[in-house]
């Protein structure tokens, strides 16, 4: 039985971002722009920026335009860190940037207090290609 509420510990959400002439964004151009980014091709082919705290959000953007959002809590803080993103990478690559893929929840973490047992063996269920437990 559930003593609580879940508690959301983790909102990932994405949107699609496109130059006007059908070319990739350079990171390497926008991560030397940017104070609090960090690229490094050779280990992970995103271009990681972190907003300054307190804000605890991290985007993860691709050559292809898809910026990923980890770190937040809710809904509406993705948008607007999201939104924050966008901003910042417009600046840095000083062009007109255009959305070609509206914002989208992509998972949610959650926790939660448990009282009892809880017996798993045997109660997993396959829904298409996810195994739920």
């Given amino acids: 039985m559930l003593s609580e509420k879940p508690i ?6 994405t949107l699609s971002l496109a130059l006007t002439k059908e070319e990739k964004f350079n990171l390497h151009v926008i991560a030397n722009k940017l104070p609090n980014a960090h690229y490094r091709p050779e280990r ?14 991290t985007a993860l953007f691709f050559s292809t335009g898809r910026l990923v959002c980890v770190g937040t809590k809710s809904e509406s803080e993705s948008r607007s860190h999201l939104d924050k993103f966008v901003e910042i990478i417009r600046n840095a690559t000083e062009t007109n940037i255009e959305f070609k ?8 973490t959650a926790s ?7 017996n798993l063996e045997g109660k997993e269920k396959i829904f298409g290609n996810y195994l739920i437990i």
Avoid: D, W
């Fill in 101 to 108: 893929e509206e914002f989208k929840i992509q998972n949610m």
């Fill in 112 to 118: 939660f207090k448990f009282e009892g047992l809880l």
């Fill in 8 to 13: 959301i510990q983790n909102i990932v959400s």
């Fill in 44 to 57: 992970f082919s995103a271009l990681i920026i972190r907003m300054p705290p307190p804000i605890r959000a």
